[in-house]
T-cell receptor, first 114, second 110 residues
Framework: NAGVTQTPKFRILKIGQSMTLQCTQDMNHNYMYWYRQDPGMGLKLIYYSVGAGITDKGEVPNGYNVSRSTTEDFPLRLELAAPSQTSVYFC?????????????FGSGTRLTVV | AQRVTQPEKLLSVFKGAPVELKCNYSYSGSPELFWYVQYSRQRLQLLLRHISRESIKGFTADLNKGETSFHLKKPFAQEEDSAMYYCALSGSGNTGKLIFGQGTTLQVKP
């Protein structure tokens, strides 16, 4: 009963480096989301997907890319890391397109860009 | 514009005192509202959904459309309630996107 699994849990990147944050869910949810959490700012939506092969931008997509080749996986790519991307990243999935059943969240990835 | 506002960054109460975490929203349609909780070193988890009108861990929240509010209440706070609480609004469209407030840290002192 894994739910939503995120890897890695922690990562330090140098400015200009690239990395992929992995997110996998085993609940057969169609809807998946990436949020970043910054102190005092709440959670901001980066990208989301309503099904395999379909992705769209959220509120703060700049500097990120996603893909959704399978229902289970929704990786988030940082191409050229910048200090402004220092944050905690959460992946979430949902059964309902209306959000009525709520999200299941991953445990988060704490990323520091130096 | 769709927006969720939690006016308090930090709410500090003593054990046994009543708690009210404020949440106001801006939305033109019929809102779906949620409260999420994040305990220390744990992942965010759903606490309440307004559509289910349930009470979880002694917490309740009533949707007040006139005041556009969805405040979270508990009559007697416990130390284990200390956590970060987020109010969230399900936005328009069939995407399931949630708009989160800034979060309120609840600190329950012994």
């Amino acid at each position: 009963n894994a739910g939503v699994t995120q890897t890695p849990k922690f990562r330090i990147l140098k400015i200009g480096q690239s990395m992929t944050l992995q997110c996998t869910q085993d609940m057969n949810h169609n809807y998946m989301y990436w949020y970043r959490q910054d102190p005092g700012m709440g959670l901001k939506l980066i990208y989301y997907s309503v099904g395999a092969g379909i992705t769209d931008k959220g509120e703060v997509p700049n500097g990120y890319n996603v893909s959704r080749s399978t229902t289970e996986d929704f990786p988030l790519r940082l191409e050229l890391a910048a200090p402004s991307q220092t944050s905690v990243y959460f992946c979430a999935s949902s059964y309902s397109k209306q959000g009525g059943y709520g999200y299941t969240f991953g445990s988060g990835t704490r990323l520091t860009v130096v | 514009a769709q927006r969720v506002t939690q006016p308090e960054k930090l709410l500090s109460v003593f054990k046994g005192a009543p708690v009210e975490l404020k949440c106001n929203y801006s939305y033109s349609g019929s809102p779906e509202l949620f409260w999420y909780v994040q305990y220390s070193r744990q992942r965010l988890q759903l606490l309440l959904r307004h559509i289910s009108r349930e009470s979880i861990k002694g917490f309740t929240a009533d949707l007040n459309k006139g005041e556009t509010s969805f405040h979270l209440k508990k009559p007697f706070a416990q130390e284990e309630d200390s956590a970060m609480y987020y109010c969230a609004l399900s936005g328009s469209g069939n995407t399931g996107k949630l708009i989160f407030g800034q979060g309120t840290t609840l600190q329950v002192k012994p």
